[in-house]
């Protein structure tokens, strides 16, 4: 046995499709946070704790899928 | 060929870090002792043998936890002890943390009656952050919250503290309809969005919580684990082919920056733990969806 052999399943390539999705909204959530702190600086806060809300929906199915990738 | 702490497969090849998530009790029991002995043969009656008390409940993990939480509580004995308009050194930094809590957080999110929530916002994200430079620390190296359970109790403290608050302000009723009754939606799609609501509300929020806290520590420390035990590996073998050694180097090398990667997230999930549980409360006392 080698120590460059890979051992590959592929419920761990699962996972990964499964975080591309989380990643994009994650992302776009973001992305938003920034152009809508730039345009109006004092809304941050207010922007922020919506943000973190949906940063916290949308990470839940990569977690989910993290998860699967442990169970099963 | 024995290797302390590492379990032994496959003969003499030794697998590293297989047993590094495993709890390992403080003061282990003789059969613990003879069962778990890193050698590959072990008397026959471990097959049937159970761990004693002390060794399932008294391990490095939970000892771990109750250490953060004793380092929690005199840290902010200390702060508060003798505070003066002049701040100490250790004062200032006590209230940086607080203020960071209590304004960016409390005030923020959960809006005018906040001020009976911070001490609690304040401890969890202090006990979070403490147990997860745990990690990075010479003499821990594990992120309490890398086991599960750890994180389950703290997000059923959550879960507890959101219901009972909404529960305590508007009734059991009111908080149901509250949290699975969206404001200005009609008759038939009520049918539609209530158990979605209910689901989202009160199953998966405690799940993602807890979930996301664990997941994100399991991950970084599988990470932190693959390249420093597989480099030290690659370094250490013994092959008529160099590349092996270098790419361990290369792996060691990585590892710091790895290191610096945990830093950061170990405060980002204290930071969104503790903001997630603001929102959730201010979410259970709000009047209107």
Not at chain 2, 245 to 250: C, D, I, K
Request: with cysteine; hydrophobic share 55%.
């Amino acid at each position: 046995m080698t120590p460059l052999d890979v051992a590959a399943s592929l419920k761990v390539v699962g996972y990964g499709l499964g975080a591309i999705g989380p990643g994009i909204g994650v992302g776009l959530i973001f992305s938003s946070v920034i152009q809508g702190t730039a345009r109006q600086p004092e809304s941050r806060g207010m922007l922020m704790g919506t943000a973190w809300i949906g940063f916290a929906v949308v990470e839940a199915l990569a977690l989910f899928g993290l998860a699967l990738a442990f169970i099963f | 060929m024995a290797y302390p702490g590492f379990t032994l497969l496959e003969g003499d090849v030794p697998q590293f870090g297989v047993s590094a998530f495993d709890s390992r009790p403080l003061f282990p029991s003789q059969g613990w002792q003879t069962c778990h002995a890193a050698t590959a043969d072990v008397p026959d009656w471990c097959a049937t043998w159970q761990p004693t008390w002390t060794d399932i409940w008294i391990t490095n993990h939970i000892f771990q936890a109750v250490l953060g939480a004793i380092i929690v509580i005199a840290f902010w004995l200390i702060v508060t002890n003798k505070m003066r308009v002049v701040p100490s050194k250790v004062q200032w930094a006590g209230e940086y943390v607080y203020n960071m809590i209590r304004n960016g957080v409390a005030r923020d999110l959960i809006g005018p009656n906040y001020h009976k929530y911070v001490p609690f916002l304040v401890a969890m994200f202090s006990f979070i952050i403490i147990n997860n430079l745990f990690g990075e620390f010479f003499l821990t190296m594990f992120p309490t919250f890398a086991k599960v359970g750890f994180a389950w109790g703290l997000a059923l403290l959550t879960y507890i503290l959101y219901n009972a608050v909404g529960i305590k302000k508007h009734g059991l009723l009111g908080y149901l309809k509250l949290m699975t009754v969206p404001a200005g939606v009609k008759f038939p799609i009520i049918l539609l969005i209530a158990p979605l609501e209910f689901f989202s509300n009160f199953i998966t929020r405690p799940i993602t919580l807890g979930l996301r806290l664990f997941a994100n520590l399991f991950a970084g420390h599988l990470l932190v684990m693959i390249f420093v035990v597989g480099g030290t590996w690659l370094v250490t073998y013994t092959n008529n082919n160099p590349l092996y050694n270098v790419t361990g180097v290369v792996s060691l090398l990585f590892s710091f920056a790895i290191f610096a990667l945990e830093l950061l997230v170990a405060y980002l999930l204290a930071y969104v733990f503790t903001i997630l549980t603001a929102s959730y409360v201010a979410a259970a006392e709000a009047d209107s969806h």
